[in-house]
């Protein structure tokens, strides 16, 4: 059994060399020369004179050099940090500044576009560019170097590493501030791949579709499994849900891993009659399917298996629903994956009563090391697991999700809601202090207040209700301007909404809850 993450590739290429192990537009790959190139990149990186466990970031579309990107640094025993290849500027340069990134992967187009930014990232050392300059070279203060002499490396040497040290750091928006560094050991990623691989009864003869950023833990998941089973994977980053349709027939898809709002868009699409003699299962996490996208999903692939999930970041994947289960237990995230516990407690850690509404608290090796360099938000979320014997000197820690459920008579969970502010839309968690940061910053505005409503395609849609600054005139188009300049798309609000004033509850903060109740009817009857 593999302890260690890029020990799934390498066993994989060991077994069957030859196999397919990634595709990508025209290009394939197979396991012979992914763990080849996954072992020149190490020896790349060793020659950079990176340390032992120093970060490696990684901002590029899926593509091949992404995958040896991050399975490459993990091989030369640093840790790698994928970047979500949506984000701007200002976002990047704050995990690279976050986690003190020593090395950076990316092209000559987004260095450029980077450059401002990365002159105020004090760590940063290298620049691998993956690419040729296509006009002038990249102006660096770091050391740039070419992808294809980086590969040429020939030192054997390489930092060791145990399965409980770190190997990954992925970044989640918490409900205040900045996003915050999850920080994933060996073992809690190959632990999640065999998990999810044995519900799933993947094999070598899969084909997967990742569509899904490799900054989700989500979609990283898709290339883990695969590496530990020795399936293919191919990559797409994809502009219209029926270019999916399409791959999914050329390329005979067997499992698919989608959120919500795709697969909204993917159920009201007419799809081939023969796709499910190859398409075996799909897979759904990021926030609850609507009950009609389930329906209609249903109908037009009958002989797909459909897996509702749960995951948390912070334990990387924690329930799933056997597709068995679907009819008879609607609406339930099922139970908790091989090899973890979930529990349903009150605030002070007993156990709920069937049907008991409490928070949701998973335990076991899937359960990370924190975030980075935050003791603070890390003691909020990582607490001692309940019912310990206290016998016990070193208490086990677990995930207290913040995320409140109930569990029925046969243990099957149902989620009920959140315990703090977060947005979950289009399958990300947004902070909603980090779109009101940048409408502050345009000083149009006196408060303002960003929170999500019930959308019926992305789960929630963020709606801004703001006040302007005095001296002012509202201008909503400005304002939501700045956000698209500043902000990722998934995060640019859907709707402003002007007042007077903004409620508040007795401790002056903004009362948000009163504000998401006025909302509620009144943006879904706009945006119907």
Same mark, same amino acid.
Request: charged letters at 20%.
């Given at each position: +059994? %593999? ?10 290429a ?9 595709a990508? &537009?025209? !290009? ?17 990186? +060793?020659?950079l004179?990176?340390? &032992?466990l ?24 640093c ?82 590493v ?26 809690? +990623? ?25 900054s ?8 883990? !499994? ?63 399917m ?5 329906? &209609? ?7 797909t298996?459909v ?29 908790a ?9 009150r ?53 207290w %999700? ?28 947004? %902070?909603p ?10 000083? +149009?505005?006196?408060d ?18 703001? !006040? ?16 698209? &300049? ?22 002056g ?15 879904v009857?706009?945006?119907?």
């Open positions: +059994m %593999s302890d260690l993450l890029f020990e799934l590739l390498l066993r994989s060991n077994r069957a060399p030859q196999a397919r192990a990634l990508s &537009r025209a !290009t394939g790959i197979d396991y012979a020369t992914l763990a080849t190139q996954t072992e020149n990149f190490a020896g790349g990186v +060793m020659e004179g990176l340390g &032992r120093e970060r490696v970031a990684i901002y590029l579309p899926k593509q091949l050099h992404t995958v040896v990107g991050m399975f490459g640094a993990a091989r030369a025993g840790v790698f940090v994928p970047v979500n290849p949506l984000l701007k500027p200002p976002q990047v340069a704050h995990i690279l500044r976050d986690c003190a990134v020593r090395a950076l992967v990316t092209s000559h187009e987004r260095a450029a576009v980077l450059a401002e930014e990365l002159a105020g990232c004090p760590d940063l050392a290298h620049l691998i560019l993956v690419d040729e300059a296509v006009s002038t070279p990249v102006r660096a203060q770091q050391a740039v170097h070419s992808w294809d002499n980086l590969l040429q490396a020939t030192t054997a040497r390489r930092h060791r145990i399965d409980a040290d770190v190997v990954s750091i992925f970044y989640t928006s918490g409900s205040t501030g900045k996003p915050k560094g999850v920080v994933l050991s060996h073992k809690n +990623m190959v632990t999640g791949a065999q998990s999810v691989a044995q519900y799933l009864e993947n094999t070598a003869e899969d084909r997967l579709l990742a569509v899904l950023p490799f989700f833990d989500y979609g990283f998941s898709q290339l883990s !499994t695969a590496f530990q089973v020795g399936a293919s994977v191919v990559l797409m980053d994809y502009l219209f849900a029926r270019d999916i349709l399409a791959l999914l027939v050329k390329e005979r898809i067997t499992g698919l891993a989608g959120v919500p709002p795709l697969w909204s868009q993917l159920a009201e699409l007419k799809w081939p009659a023969d796709i499910t003699q190859h398409l075996r299962y799909i897979t759904n996490s990021g926030g609850a609507p009950a009609e996208t389930l329906r &209609r999903l249903r109908a037009a692939v009958p002989r298996q897996f509702l999930m749960y995951g948390l970041t912070e334990a990387f994947r924690s329930t799933y629903l056997p597709p068995s289960e679907i009819d008879r237990r609607p609406g339930s995230m099922g139970k994956i091989p090899n973890a516990e979930v529990m349903v407690v605030p002070d850690g007993s156990p709920c009563a069937p049907n008991e509404p409490g928070e949701l608290v998973h335990r076991g090796s899937l359960v990370a090391l924190g975030y980075w360099n935050d003791p603070v938000k890390t003691a909020e979320r990582y607490k001692p697991a309940p019912s310990q014997d206290p016998a016990l000197v070193l208490q086990e820690m677990a995930v %999700s913040g995320d409140t459920v109930r569990m029925d008579e046969d243990g099957y969970l149902y989620f009920v809601g959140r315990r703090d502010e977060m947005i979950k839309t289009s399958g990300y968690r947004v %902070s202090s980090e779109i009101e940061d940048v409408i502050f910053s345009t000083r +149009m505005v006196a303002a207040a960003a929170l999500g409503v019930p959308h019926p395609t992305l789960g929630q849609a963020i709606v801004v209700v703001a !006040t302007a600054a005095p001296g002012t005139v509202p201008d909503r188009d400005a304002v939501l301007e700045a956000c698209r &300049r500043q902000l990722p798309l998934f995060m640019v609000p859907h709707h402003l909404e002007w007042r007077d004033e903004l409620p508040r509850n007795p401790n903060k903004y009362d948000r809850a009163r504000l998401a109740q006025e909302l509620r009817e009144l943006y009857a706009k945006d119907a």
